[in-house]
């Protein structure tokens, strides 16, 4: 069975820093990744997701996120933050070839200040 | 807008009771996924239908049923309904059945159970 950790309930920054939201994930069988966004009051929209090949994936927004197979690690980058970037993020992850089911993390609540 | 949409937006109800909430996906997309969001279990997957065919199971109860029918659209029963369900439930589909397949969620549908 897989299992995501988001090493951070909340993150605080202010705008136009660079911001870092941690992923980390268990699984004994090889896995697809994801980065999902939640705005208030909507559901969730994908930001990018790491299938195979390169392991640095951009996304949309401005985001990317480095998959890193011996630490086990999935983390998020945006070198400049906006407000519009308040969001939740959930970090996924589903193993390749068997059930195929998005277990996701607790989230991370991403706050912008001006 | 993902496209795709669910009803109600709102639902409030007593202890025991049943409920049906609907998802309609996107034109075209053959899955339909069922989540359960609360503060205490985070987003949890529910249920996969694809092409009106059950395809993957999460941690959905017994209490809880669902169903795609031949127009794609699917529909989530709950019955004897608990304070513990109270919870946002999305939907989500995509084209395939796959976890590779980008998922596009709804707007969800918030249950209070009272």
């Known amino acids: 069975a897989q299992s995501v950790t988001q090493l951070d309930s909340q993150v605080p920054v202010f705008e136009e820093a660079p911001v870092e939201l941690r992923c980390n994930y268990s699984?004994?069988?090889?896995?697809?990744l994801f980065w999902y966004v939640q705005y208030p009051n909507q559901g969730l929209q994908l930001l990018l997701k790491y299938l195979s090949g390169s392991t640095l994936v951009k996304g949309i927004n401005g985001f990317e996120a480095e998959f890193n197979k011996s630490q086990t690690s999935f983390h998020l980058r945006k070198p400049s933050v906006h407000i519009s970037d308040t969001a939740e993020y959930f970090c996924?992850?589903?193993?390749?070839?068997?059930?195929?089911?998005?277990?996701f993390g607790q989230g991370t609540r991403l706050t912008i200040n001006p | 807008d993902s496209g795709v949409t669910q009803t109600p937006k709102h639902l409030i109800t007593a202890t025991g009771q049943r409920v049906t909430l609907r998802c309609s996906p996107r034109s075209g997309d053959l899955s339909v996924y069922w989540y359960q969001q609360s503060l205490d279990q985070g987003l949890q997957f529910l249920i996969q239908?694809?092409?009106?065919?059950?395809?993957a199971k999460g941690n959905i109860l017994e209490r809880f049923s669902a169903q795609q029918f031949p127009d794609l659209h699917s529909e989530l029963n709950l019955s004897s309904l608990e304070l513990g369900d109270s919870a946002l439930y999305f939907c989500?589909?995509?084209?395939?059945?796959?976890?590779?397949?980008?998922?596009?969620f709804g707007p969800g549908t918030r249950l209070t159970v009272l």
């Open positions: 989500a589909s995509s084209v395939g059945a796959g976890s590779y397949n980008e998922q596009f």
């Open positions: 239908y694809y092409n009106g065919e059950e395809r």
């Open positions: 996924a992850v589903s193993d390749i070839g068997g059930a195929q089911k998005l277990v």
């Open positions: 699984s004994s069988v090889s896995v697809y």
